[in-house]
DNA sequence: GCAAAAGTGTTGAGATTACACCCATGC
DNA sequence: GCATGGGTGTAATCTCAACACTTTTGC
């Protein structure tokens, strides 16, 4: 590795997959462009990476101009390099993705993309860049992670029922679940506490629970 | 995103983390920096991305130089973009990891670096740069790929016995396994061959086998 | 004949699945 | 009182782990 400054050089973007639930549908937040080749296309939100700036921090800071949120779960997902997945210049763009609590989906307004929008991961549109390969590669990592981590945690708020719980695992792996199967393991795995109150609707009240620990675990739930 | 070229940017490196089986220990391949802040030190084989190169080609690239060998197995491991990490200046680095047959371990002399020599995975020196931390994520990955993908193939020649490729897995996971339980799970995947042939030693000859696909696949094996 | 690795099945425990009925509430 | 989601237990099946002896060869 011997930097020669005199050379050009690829240059470094993040692009972030941000999902939420959101009317009861996995979705992911995506930006119409205003400029370049791809005006007019959607995109997931992302940018250069400045000098001095770690790639996770340029992340974090994509996250927060576009939905004025910090400390959301973030995890880096994977590189993508080709020399002309950007038909400007070779840009190198490190992938992330993000899970936001459906509660706070209030978006920032922002001067480089004409709109913000919610779109269900389902029935994405054609995006620019190489993001339809992002974003199956984020939905995959979604679901495998379910399986064995307790980032779930990250797209509910404090307070939820098991019911609501069942429902977004049923909802990002696109399968239903046995109800008394469900309960008896994600009690059993620990990671969640019952709360002294219920959450009371048009039918029986449900109990609410809360997750023992609001931090990423590698924890076999499934 | 949105180059502006007439800002400084980061630039992009590989480093690759190729794994062998050697004397019957796992190794990886270790350079010694001729120059540069960390010169003595030892490091992954690396370099920068061309522009116009994908981070692959660049990744395949490396190996051939270090090894003399395309057509191995190589997965894009993580990317590391601390603007520390070089103290030189900002390169973010993508790590890859390779898996080389025992068979074949010639080294090519490189001009680049004093030293090219396979270090116990077990006993790494310190490394250049944050390399210590791209072996452990590197080795944490070999691990869990060998529960549920076939990659351990490419560790292997064509041929090989029962025996060492359970003394693979022993020697990877650190473990030891039940040879009963280990044979039925192996033959049950239904990735091997038997040959028509056995291997001779000082004992009872063991039948051989091949792997029945060399191609990556994901498949429940452990 | 002996040392050393190869080869082979069964059993018990634990985990996972499938499955049906009553309960509490709002309307 | 009825429609709707909440809440609960058991039996059958499958999977996984533990375990020991015989075979074949080189020396």
Redesign the pocket.
């Given at each position: 590795m011997k930097p020669s400054p005199h050379q050009d050089h690829p240059w470094v973007a993040v692009d972030v997959v941000i999902f939420t639930i959101d009317e009861g549908v996995l979705k992911a937040l995506l930006v119409n462009l205003k400029e370049g080749p791809f005006r007019g296309h959607w995109a997931f939100p992302g940018g250069l990476v400045s000098l001095g700036e770690s790639i996770d921090a340029a992340a974090i800071r994509e996250l927060s101009e576009k939905t004025g949120l910090r400390h959301i779960y973030l995890e880096q997902l994977c590189t993508f390099g080709d020399p002309h997945r950007d038909p400007r210049a070779h840009v190198v763009s490190v992938a992330y993705f993000a899970l936001l609590p459906r509660a706070d989906r209030r978006l920032a307004e922002h001067p480089k993309y004409a709109r913000l929008e919610w779109r269900a991961v389902t029935a994405l549109p054609p995006l620019a860049y190489d993001h339809n390969r992002i974003a199956a590669y984020a939905l995959d990592r979604l679901r495998a992670k379910l399986a064995y981590t307790n980032i779930v945690y990250s797209l509910l708020p404090d307070e939820f029922?098991?019911?609501e719980l069942q429902e977004i695992y049923e909802m990002i792996l696109g399968t239903t679940l046995?109800?008394?199967?469900f309960?008896?393991k994600l009690l059993a795995a620990g990671l969640l506490r019952a709360l002294p109150r219920v959450r009371?609707?048009?039918?029986?009240?449900?109990?609410l629970y809360a997750f023992a620990q609001r931090r990423p675990m590698n924890i076999p739930i499934l």
């Open positions: 029922t098991l019911g046995d109800r008394r199967n309960r008896k009371r609707g048009p039918h029986r009240p449900a109990t």
